[in-house]
């Protein structure tokens, strides 16, 4: 199984990034994907979740300006970020929930919001 992340970057506080991951390798469904991230010093954190169903979960930190999104025939799922702050700045990492298999993570993408 391979999770792969992309979209990463810098951009100034108030700007948009959007991260984009891509799951392959299975033939097992995908019960949830999600990203999470992990700052300097800090534990890996909830960001956004999707079910194959379409539910959502958020971190009260993001919400209202960030939106999870997800393609179930492509196995992919995407983060748009808006209205970025500094304390964004993290790692983000892709995590596919299949059945029977279990979990699987991405390698990780950096984005950085400057003040």
């Known amino acids: 199984v391979q999770v792969v992340e992309s979209g990463g970057g810098f951009v100034q506080a108030g700007g948009s990034l959007r991260l984009s991951c891509a799951a392959s390798g299975s033939i097992f469904s995908i019960n949830a994907m999600g990203w999470y991230r992990q700052a300097p010093g800090k534990q890996r954190e909830l960001v956004a979740a999707?079910?194959?169903?379409?539910?959502?979960d958020y971190a009260d930190s993001v919400k209202g300006r960030f939106t999870i999104s997800r393609d179930n025939a492509k196995n992919t799922v995407a983060l748009q970020m808006n209205s970025l702050k500094p304390e964004d700045t993290a790692v983000y990492y892709c995590?596919?929930?299949?059945?029977?298999?279990?979990?699987?993570w991405g390698q990780g993408t950096q984005v950085t919001v400057s003040s």
């Open positions: 999707i079910t194959i169903g379409g539910t959502t």
């Open positions: 995590n596919a929930n299949y059945e029977i298999i279990g979990s699987y």
